[in-house]
């Protein structure tokens, strides 16, 4: 059995190539290739533009890929959605599609736009949208470079954002957010019905989502008297429970637990203020929960 995965070409390329390695299924590209092997050999992988991906697994070209909940709901297409991995090109929250227009516009909110033309990648969402507000706009497809667009080829757009830094630079505000979006890993529901199939996707689900839980967080490892173990477990800000396990010595235990990487520099000073010794932080490759 082969199974062929999708991964978005463009601005999540790095990003989804970086997860993957850390969930343990290194892929290896060729700049001037479409194609890519992995670590597994009953899987490849294909560079695929983000937008188009739910269509090339509804057909199953491939069987199952990495896109937006954006080109998702644009494409109209019926596709499982295996889990939700939020992650974007700079961080690890959500992105926005959001209505924006010139600094000094006179438009205040959506229904200002009326008879107005907006500029977008994202048409049918965003057709969709004033629609679902009885606004009448005409709606044209952006190539690109949207944010220049207002105000001369265009009174407003609705583009996509992380930090809004970009909107910020080309001097436009935003009014309203039409979209919050995150990365999927969806399956054609053919693929997804065949059993062999299904079990590579979910696994291969579970070990991203794993590598996901994993970033920003550390272990930590220590040892602490029997009669001072409640000061230590007072401090430690626990994933659910920290494992306790008795030593040789009877009168000493062993303590294992994750916590986000930034609270370790706060935290660890104060256990060995509540007598913990041998203190230990490691980084994690995955944490399964």
């Known amino acids: 059995m082969k199974l062929r995965i999708g991964i978005p070409k463009g601005s999540l390329q790095e990003a989804t190539l970086a997860l993957f390695a850390r969930a343990g299924l290194p892929t290896y590209t060729n700049g001037r290739s479409y194609y890519a092997s992995t670590a597994d050999p009953e899987i490849d992988c294909m ?6 991906m739910a269509r090339y697994v509804e057909h199953g070209a491939i069987d199952a890929g990495l896109t937006g909940l954006d080109w998702v709901i644009e494409s109209g297409l019926e596709v499982a959605t295996v889990t939700n991995l939020v992650y974007a090109k700079r961080s690890r929250g959500k992105v926005r599609w959001v209505l924006a227009v010139p600094e000094d516009s006179p438009f205040q909110r959506a229904g200002d736009l009326c008879g107005r033309i907006v500029a977008t990648e994202l048409v049918n969402v965003t057709r969709n949208y004033f629609r679902n507000k009885g606004i009448e706009v005409k709606v044209e497809f952006s190539w690109g470079a949207t944010e ?5 080829l265009a009174d407003a757009i609705v583009d996509v954002t992380e930090t809004g830094s970009s909107l910020r630079a080309n001097r436009l505000r935003i009014l309203e957010t039409v979209l919050e979006s995150n990365t999927q890993l969806i399956a054609g529901k053919c ?7 299904r079990r590579k996707i979910d696994n291969l689900a579970l070990m991203l989502r794993g590598a996901m839980e994993a970033q920003d967080r550390v272990g930590l490892m220590l040892n602490v008297r029997r009669e001072d173990i409640a000061g230590v477990l007072a401090v430690l800000p626990a994933l659910q429970k920290p494992t306790i396990s008795h030593l040789s010595d009877e009168h000493w235990l062993a303590v294992n637990t994750v916590i986000d990487e930034s609270a370790a520099w706060d935290v660890i000073p104060r256990l060995k203020e509540a007598r913990a010794e041998g203190i230990v932080e490691y980084p994690l490759n995955k944490v399964v929960l």
């Open 191 to 197: 693929s997804y019905a065949d059993g062999e199939k």
């Open 47 to 52: 560079l695929i533009r983000a937008q188009e």
């Open 148 to 152: 220049v667009k207002p105000p001369v």
